[in-house]
């Protein structure tokens, strides 16, 4: 379950920075995507650890 939160939750903190950034007369390409680019690895890194945790019964 707190997979899935972790996923919405970095789909949603995604779309709605550009909007975020246009508001506060940024330019919305260059400030988010190395904040998508973070958010997307570390979604990755907590997703291979749970799964890790499961398989291994930690």
């Given at each position: 379950m707190s997979?899935?939160?972790?996923?919405?939750?970095?789909s949603i903190s995604g779309s709605a920075l550009p909007f975020?950034?246009?508001?506060?007369?940024?330019?919305p390409t260059l400030m988010s995507t190395p904040l998508i680019?973070?958010?997307v690895d570390v979604v990755g890194i907590l997703i291979y650890f749970?799964?890790?945790r499961v398989i291994l019964k930690l």
């Open positions: 997979l899935v939160a972790i996923s919405i939750l970095a975020l950034f246009r508001y506060l007369s940024l330019d680019a973070t958010a749970n799964l890790a």
